[in-house]
């Protein structure tokens, strides 16, 4: 293991972050409060409570994990892009580390970003709504497994991507519109018959779901499931970036 | 913090030492049979064979798009080869790549640096990715060496081209690497620089490093090389030891025309190699550059004094510049 160069790119990504700390936590604190504001006070107001959960807590899960995917996926994804862009890359690709040191690094410094903003974004939340976890331990499991599994995601995209216009275009047409459908806002239950079988195909569901259980206990879809899925999409993952290196896949020419 | 201990046990007294023994020195990188077509299809070497001796420096000549940067990316690992193989210091460059992999450092031709990072903090990024520990006493020494020690803490991207080169010499050299590419080491450098590079490429040669590097300029083959390779279309047309290639191939020849027809050489001059034309009316001297022969000074007044005059005078030199093109020409 050269845990120097795992070592040494985890430092360099997370200065990248101290570097843009504003953006990278104050962005975040901002868009939640205005979630807050817009759902949880002005249509909250006018919604029930769910499950027996008032409609201000109900969304404090969804609202992290909206937060957690796009914020995995572009730091991930940034991360391994940039040294692409300008062709320091080749200094990595000389070096000699293991493509599972590569991974872990980059990887790592990802999760590590975004799941420290997951918690900011859930110490904000407890700011407007009063929060009772129930089952913290399994809380921060699905945050620091959806956190390694999006960003797992997000340096495929990474190494994938050939232009900035790609590197958005998986977030934007993709991770977006799977999780707002994905019951960050709502019970899938609230949905009617075709619209929940439909969404029962989105990924996004499941980790919701099992998040939205360690918060309250209670889910759209069992906890087996839910682990079950986002182990599945995080083993799709691991699989994806082994083939990428076995091949030299848009890395090596 | 000391050099990895073959840099103290290589370098030119280990190849007497290894002569004394008969035992042949193993070369510290062989590639065999390499070769590459791009996916594009293009066949940018077609079976290249060439071994890098311990302690050398190795200049690899050759034209624009002859397959240098090809090659040497082949043996740092940032390109996959379609053929052939390489090692380096006797480890496969794909099986044991993290063993070939940890004694070099690269050079590379493009600017590519961490543009936000300091100057110091790319250098100690370069060491940890080739898993050596922190050394800040080295890092410091690099700095001092590369002359960028008022810019240690400035950011990359406020650097000049020259600067950026330096820092990227630097961080090839941060992790102590025994095998150094330099691949158009003095593309846009200007001659301080190129003084400073050419010193330290030297001093790094006599700690045992191992240099590689390619270039455009003959004269700086010529300068700084023990050998010479020259590629081109993707081949090796030709590999010598660049006193042999000079001696060989790199001869200078003097015409001299003379007033009066002569029917022999004065005995006077008989200790210059002259050769006097099948009329009589020129004398041809050649000469190489590395010989202790006579001058060509002393030679003119030799032959004043010996009343030989001459109407014109001209002199033709062989550098390796013109073997280089030759040699490009016709392969
Ligand atoms: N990624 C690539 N895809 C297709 N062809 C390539 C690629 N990289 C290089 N080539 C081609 O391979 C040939 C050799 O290129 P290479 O960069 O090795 O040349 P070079 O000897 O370093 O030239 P120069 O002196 O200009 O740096 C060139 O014809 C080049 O166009
Ligand atoms: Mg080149």
Same mark, same amino acid.
């Given at each position: 293991?050269?845990?120097?160069?795992?070592?040494?790119?985890?430092?360099?990504?997370?200065?990248?972050?101290?570097?843009?700390?504003?953006?990278?936590?104050?962005?975040?604190?901002?868009?939640?409060?205005?979630?807050?504001?817009?759902?949880?006070?002005?249509?909250?107001?006018?919604?029930?409570?769910?499950?027996?959960?008032?409609?201000?807590?109900?969304?404090?899960?969804?609202?992290?994990?909206?937060?957690?995917?796009?914020?995995?996926?572009?730091?991930?994804?940034?991360?391994?892009?940039?040294?692409?862009?300008?062709?320091?890359?080749?200094?990595?690709?000389?070096?000699?580390?293991?493509?599972?040191?590569?991974?872990?690094?980059?990887?790592?410094?990802?999760?590590?970003?975004?799941?420290?903003?997951?918690?900011?974004?859930?110490?904000?939340?407890?700011?407007?709504?009063?929060?009772?976890?129930?089952?913290?331990?399994?809380?921060?499991?699905?945050?620091?497994?959806?956190?390694?599994?999006?960003?797992?995601?997000?340096?495929?995209?990474?190494?994938?991507?050939?232009?900035?216009?790609?590197?958005?275009?998986?977030?934007?047409?993709?991770?977006?519109?799977?999780?707002?459908?994905?019951?960050?806002?709502?019970?899938?239950?609230?949905?009617?018959?075709?619209?929940?079988?439909?969404?029962?195909?989105?990924?996004?569901?499941?980790?919701?779901?099992?998040?939205?259980?360690?918060?309250?206990?209670?889910?759209?879809?069992?906890?087996?499931?839910?682990?079950?899925?986002?182990?599945?999409?995080?083993?799709a993952c691991i699989a994806v970036v082994g083939w990428i290196f076995k091949t030299g896949y848009r890395l090596r020419t | 913090m000391t050099l990895p201990p073959a840099n103290r046990h290589s370098g030119p007294d280990k190849e007497i030492h290894s002569k004394s023994k008969a035992v042949p020195m193993q070369p510290i990188i062989s590639i065999s049979g390499v070769s590459?077509?791009?996916?594009?299809?293009?066949?940018?070497?077609?079976?290249?064979?060439?071994?890098?001796?311990?302690?050398?420096?190795?200049?690899?000549?050759?034209?624009?798009?002859?397959?240098?940067?090809?090659?040497?990316?082949?043996?740092?690992?940032?390109?996959?080869?379609?053929?052939?193989?390489?090692?380096?210091?006797?480890?496969?460059?794909?099986?044991?790549?993290?063993?070939?992999?940890?004694?070099?450092?690269?050079?590379?031709?493009?600017?590519?640096?961490?543009?936000?990072?300091?100057?110091?903090?790319?250098?100690?990024?370069?060491?940890?990715?080739?898993?050596?520990?922190?050394?800040?006493?080295?890092?410091?020494?690099?700095?001092?060496? @590369?002359? !960028?020690?008022? =810019?240690? /803490? %400035?950011?990359?991207?406020? +650097? $000049?081209?020259?600067?950026?080169?330096?820092?990227?010499?630097?961080?090839?050299?941060?992790?102590?690497?025994?095998?150094?590419?330099?691949?158009?080491?003095?593309?846009?450098?200007?001659?301080?620089?190129?003084?400073?590079?050419?010193?330290?490429?030297?001093?790094?040669?006599?700690?045992?490093?191992?240099?590689?590097?390619?270039?455009?300029?003959?004269?700086?083959?010529?300068?700084?090389?023990?050998?010479?390779?020259?590629?081109?279309?993707?081949?090796?047309?030709?590999?010598?030891?660049?006193?042999?290639?000079?001696?060989?191939?790199?001869?200078?020849?003097?015409? @001299?025309? !003379?007033?009066? =027809?002569? /029917? %022999?050489?004065?005995?006077? +001059? $008989?200790?210059?190699?002259?050769?006097?034309?099948?009329?009589?009316?020129?004398?041809?001297?050649?000469?190489?550059?590395?010989?202790?022969?006579?001058?060509?000074?002393?030679?003119?007044?030799?032959?004043?004094?010996?009343?030989?005059?001459?109407?014109?005078?001209?002199?033709?030199?062989?550098?390796?510049?013109?073997?280089?093109?030759?040699?490009?020409?016709?392969?």
């Amino acid at each position: 293991m050269n845990r120097h160069a795992i070592w040494a790119i985890y430092r360099v990504e997370m200065a990248r972050t101290m570097r843009t700390l504003l953006q990278s936590v104050v962005s975040p604190v901002i868009s939640t409060s205005l979630y807050f504001v817009v759902f949880g006070a002005a249509i909250g107001s006018r919604i029930s409570e769910i499950g027996g959960v008032s409609y201000g807590a109900f969304i404090v899960p969804g609202l992290i994990m909206l937060s957690l995917l796009t914020q995995s996926i572009s730091n991930a994804s940034f991360g391994i892009y940039f040294p692409k862009f300008v062709g320091t890359i080749f200094e990595l690709l000389s070096a000699p580390v293991s493509y599972l040191e590569i991974v872990i690094a980059y990887v790592g410094a990802a999760a590590t970003k975004s799941v420290a903003i997951g918690l900011i974004i859930l110490a904000t939340a407890s700011l407007f709504v009063p929060l009772h976890i129930e089952h913290p331990i399994w809380m921060l499991c699905f945050l620091v497994l959806t956190a390694v599994t999006f960003s797992l995601f997000g340096f495929i995209i990474g190494i994938w991507a050939q232009s900035f216009e790609q590197l958005q275009l998986v977030p934007l047409l993709i991770v977006t519109p799977l999780t707002f459908l994905g019951g960050s806002f709502y019970s899938i239950d609230m949905l009617p018959g075709i619209w929940r079988t439909i969404t029962l195909f989105n990924p996004v569901v499941y980790l919701i779901s099992g998040f939205r259980w360690s918060f309250f206990g209670t889910a759209d879809v069992s906890l087996g499931v839910s682990l079950g899925m986002t182990l599945a999409f995080l083993f799709a993952c691991i699989a994806v970036v082994g083939w990428i290196f076995k091949t030299g896949y848009r890395l090596r020419t | 913090m000391t050099l990895p201990p073959a840099n103290r046990h290589s370098g030119p007294d280990k190849e007497i030492h290894s002569k004394s023994k008969a035992v042949p020195m193993q070369p510290i990188i062989s590639i065999s049979g390499v070769s590459k077509i791009y996916a594009s299809g293009f066949n940018a070497l077609k079976a290249v064979n060439l071994e890098i001796r311990r302690g050398e420096i190795f200049a690899l000549l050759g034209p624009n798009g002859a397959g240098k940067t090809t090659l040497i990316s082949i043996v740092c690992g940032i390109v996959n080869r379609s053929g052939g193989t390489v090692t380096v210091d006797g480890h496969d460059i794909s099986t044991d790549y993290r063993a070939a992999r940890s004694l070099i450092g690269l050079v590379p031709q493009e600017l590519t640096v961490e543009a936000f990072e300091t100057v110091r903090a790319t250098l100690n990024f370069s060491r940890g990715l080739f898993g050596k520990p922190p050394n800040p006493e080295l890092v410091d020494k690099i700095l001092k060496d @590369l002359s !960028l020690w008022d =810019k240690r /803490d %400035a950011k990359v991207t406020t +650097l $000049s081209g020259g600067m950026k080169r330096r820092v990227m010499i630097g961080k090839a050299l941060a992790h102590e690497p025994q095998i150094l590419f330099l691949d158009e080491p003095t593309a846009g450098v200007d001659v301080e620089l190129r003084q400073d590079m050419w010193a330290m490429v030297r001093r790094l040669r006599e700690s045992g490093v191992t240099i590689i590097l390619t270039t455009h300029y003959i004269e700086e083959a010529e300068e700084m090389a023990d050998r010479v390779g020259v590629i081109n279309h993707g081949e090796i047309v030709l590999v010598e030891d660049k006193t042999e290639l000079m001696r060989k191939l790199g001869r200078k020849v003097m015409r @001299l025309e !003379l007033r009066q =027809k002569l /029917d %022999a050489i004065p005995a006077a +001059l $008989s200790k210059y190699a002259l050769e006097l034309a099948k009329d009589g009316g020129s004398l041809t001297y050649t000469y190489d550059n590395q010989s202790e022969r006579p001058g060509v000074a002393s030679l003119l007044r030799d032959l004043e004094a010996a009343g030989v005059q001459f109407r014109d005078l001209d002199t033709e030199n062989s550098s390796l510049e013109e073997i280089f093109v030759n040699l490009v020409r016709h392969s």
